[in-house]
């Protein structure tokens, strides 16, 4: 097992090298995953395809991989968080670039499906490794360093995605964002350490799917670790979702901002995310994980439905800002109480039920928020996702506090 990193700085944890192999991994694939999100429903609709397929594309990734993720989860624990990033990532490589060589609609959406389960190993396994690499004091600002990076990359990805597209044409985004997953999967084969706490202790472990689903709902039981899946579900069902859905729609047609402002907003939303990350981290490690719960997914609740109120351009980009800070506060602590509360041997399965419920908001927001918009009205949309981080809020008020008391170092 890798040395435990400093506890100290931010300094001190990039001076390790495992942790950091970890994030330029992370990076390279965000980068190229952003390169294909412009690309994918146009190329979808080169083959003369509606926009209910073209959608179908998008969703079928996301889909698969709310699917796979248990699934995944166990077979980071059986094989090794090392063999599972590595394989994770050379499955999406492999998948990425048949899609850009796929002759027809249909091995596309084929193809395209193949990359999700890829996704949902590699992402499962790469935030096991890093929850299993950290001591506990230091596991919030390492997730929000990890998800940093990963947003680094999604941020930047799209605009170097569409440049690509016009002189190389649809096809060539897919086939390099392969190469850029082949890249990862080689580096993690050559460079991540292998973590024996989650690999030897599955001998004597039974194995199969009952015992995993068993694993599964012992887990569940847990009601701190149950109130990290509802505190997940909430904040991806409205930081992605909602945000990258219904937030769009809103700016071009009610506050009639346009795409440039709109995109403008989003990016905004990005930065205020990124940089509450550490301090949101640090702060969870230092104080506990229900310190900074509650108030977060309440201000958050609170950012969602002052969007009913920003009818202008102005107030739209100041709320984009809070909305993107309530996304970073929001990020971290659910995977810090994970990897809490999971034994070792466990924690893949337990990272592969927190994105699973993670995916099933990510998956209804734009559903459900879509529909209430258009039935109703987008008050209703945004209503719905304030209501969902109210309640996880309640939830984290009475959750238990997962941080142990000697490892509350006040670094």
Same mark, same amino acid.
């Given at each position: 097992?890798?040395?435990?990193?400093?506890?100290?700085?931010?300094?001190?944890? +990039?001076?390790?090298?495992?942790?950091?192999?970890? +994030?330029?991994?992370?990076?390279?694939?965000?980068?190229?995953?952003?390169?294909?999100?412009?690309?994918?429903?146009?190329?979808?609709?080169?083959?003369?395809?509606?926009?209910?397929?073209?959608?179908?594309?998008?969703?079928?990734?996301?889909?698969?991989?709310?699917?796979?993720?248990?699934?995944?989860?166990?077979?980071?624990?059986?094989?090794?968080?090392?063999?599972?990033?590595?394989?994770?990532?050379?499955?999406?490589?492999?998948?990425?670039?048949?899609?850009?060589?796929?002759?027809?609609?249909?091995?596309?959406?084929?193809?395209?499906? +193949?990359?999700?389960?890829?996704?949902?190993?590699?992402?499962?396994?790469?935030?096991?490794?890093?929850?299993?690499?950290?001591?506990?004091?230091?596991?919030?600002?390492?997730?929000?360093?990890?998800?940093?990076?990963?947003?680094?990359?999604?941020?930047?990805?799209?605009?170097?995605?569409?440049?690509?597209?016009?002189?190389?044409?649809?096809?060539?985004?897919?086939?390099?964002?392969?190469?850029?997953?082949?890249?990862?999967?080689?580096?993690?084969?050559?460079?991540?350490?292998?973590?024996?706490?989650?690999?030897?202790?599955?001998?004597?472990?039974?194995?199969?799917?009952?015992?995993?689903?068993?694993?599964?709902?012992?887990?569940?039981?847990?009601?701190?670790?149950?109130?990290?899946?509802?505190?997940?579900?909430?904040?991806?069902?409205?930081?992605?979702?909602?945000?990258?859905?219904?937030?769009?729609?809103?700016?071009?047609?009610?506050?009639?901002?346009?795409?440039?402002?709109?995109?403008?907003?989003?990016?905004?939303?990005?930065?205020?995310?990124?940089?509450?990350?550490?301090?949101?981290?640090?702060?969870?490690?230092?104080?506990?994980?229900?310190?900074?719960?509650?108030?977060?997914?309440?201000?958050?609740?609170?950012?969602?439905?002052?969007?009913?109120?920003?009818?202008?351009?102005?107030?739209?980009?100041?709320?984009?800002?809070?909305?993107?800070?309530?996304?970073?506060?929001?990020?971290?602590?659910?995977?810090?109480?994970?990897?809490?509360?999971?034994?070792?041997?466990?924690?893949?399965?337990?990272?592969?039920?927190?994105?699973?419920?993670?995916?099933?908001?990510?998956?209804?927001?734009?559903?459900?928020?879509?529909?209430?918009?258009?039935?109703?009205?987008?008050?209703?949309?945004?209503?719905?996702?304030?209501?969902?981080?109210?309640?996880?809020?309640?939830?984290?008020?009475?959750?238990?506090?997962?941080?142990?008391?000697?490892?509350?170092?006040?670094?």
């Amino acid at each position: 097992m890798a040395d435990e990193p400093p506890r100290t700085t931010l300094r001190g944890l +990039l001076r390790e090298p495992a942790f950091v192999t970890a +994030l330029v991994i992370a990076v390279v694939v965000a980068l190229g995953f952003g390169l294909v999100v412009p690309v994918i429903p146009v190329f979808a609709r080169s083959f003369g395809v509606g926009l209910f397929a073209a959608s179908a594309l998008v969703s079928v990734f996301a889909l698969v991989r709310l699917l796979s993720n248990f699934y995944t989860g166990a077979m980071t624990d059986r094989i090794g968080t090392r063999l599972a990033v590595g394989w994770g990532a050379v499955v999406v490589a492999v998948s990425s670039v048949l899609a850009g060589l796929a002759p027809n609609y249909a091995a596309l959406l084929v193809f395209r499906g +193949l990359g999700g389960f890829g996704s949902a190993l590699f992402f499962n396994a790469l935030l096991t490794h890093v929850i299993r690499m950290v001591p506990a004091d230091y596991r919030g600002r390492a997730v929000g360093l990890l998800q940093g990076a990963f947003l680094f990359g999604i941020m930047f990805g799209p605009t170097v995605g569409g440049a690509l597209a016009e002189p190389l044409g649809l096809r060539w985004p897919l086939i390099i964002y392969g190469g850029f997953c082949a890249l990862a999967g080689a580096v993690a084969f050559a460079k991540l350490p292998r973590l024996e706490v989650g690999d030897t202790a599955q001998g004597s472990r039974p194995r199969g799917v009952r015992a995993t689903l068993k694993s599964a709902a012992q887990l569940c039981a847990d009601p701190a670790f149950a109130a990290a899946l509802a505190m997940m579900a909430a904040s991806r069902y409205a930081a992605t979702g909602v945000r990258f859905s219904l937030v769009p729609l809103y700016g071009d047609e009610v506050i009639g901002a346009g795409t440039l402002v709109v995109g403008v907003a989003l990016t905004l939303s990005s930065i205020s995310h990124a940089a509450v990350l550490w301090p949101a981290g640090r702060l969870i490690d230092t104080r506990g994980r229900r310190i900074l719960a509650a108030p977060a997914y309440l201000a958050f609740a609170v950012a969602s439905a002052a969007l009913i109120w920003a009818t202008g351009v102005t107030g739209f980009l100041i709320v984009m800002v809070i909305y993107g800070v309530g996304t970073g506060l929001t990020s971290v602590t659910p995977p810090a109480i994970v990897g809490d509360v999971a034994e070792p041997a466990d924690t893949g399965k337990a990272v592969g039920v927190l994105n699973t419920a993670g995916d099933l908001g990510m998956v209804a927001g734009p559903a459900v928020s879509g529909w209430l918009a258009g039935q109703i009205s987008y008050a209703a949309g945004f209503g719905t996702s304030a209501g969902l981080l109210l309640v996880a809020a309640l939830i984290a008020v009475r959750m238990r506090e997962t941080l142990p008391q000697t490892d509350r170092s006040g670094s």
